[in-house]
């Protein structure tokens, strides 16, 4: 198993910048793939990145492609999620998520086995 916790949430002015960080605990495999999800109000949940845990490779939802950026640190087991030119639409909580994916940058949220319990984001116009 693999436990998840987020942190670096909070308000944030339109065009300003955040980075959200995921620790993970317990055991690791090179097969993984770390996703960051997010559900704004009244929204259903949509996927925003991707990164394989082995190799680095990395995929975006169009709505974020060239503002945000998702990196990891394997030997600290972190993910990040560095977020620029942030804009009101990007309000919502942010998950991160593991799925067993065997390198596949899949944007399916029912391919994520592992959840963290979410950090807020809040833009303001």
């Known amino acids: 198993q693999v436990q998840l916790v987020e942190s670096g949430g909070g308000l944030v002015q339109a065009g300003g910048s955040l980075r959200l960080s995921c620790a993970a605990s317990g055991r690791t495999f090179s097969s993984y793939v770390m996703g960051w999800f997010r559900q704004g109000p009244g929204k259903d949940r949509e996927f925003v990145a991707a990164?394989?845990?082995?190799?680095?490779?990395?995929r975006y939802a169009d709505s974020v492609k060239g503002r945000f950026a998702i990196s990891r640190d394997n030997a600290k087991n972190m993910v990040y999620l560095q977020m620029n030119s942030l804009k009101s639409e990007d309000t919502a909580v942010y998950y991160c998520a593991v799925a067993n994916g065997w390198g596949r940058l899949t944007l399916d949220a029912l391919e994520y086995a592992y959840w963290g319990q979410g950090t807020q984001v809040t833009v303001s116009s």
């Open positions: 990164i394989t845990w082995s190799g680095g490779v990395t």
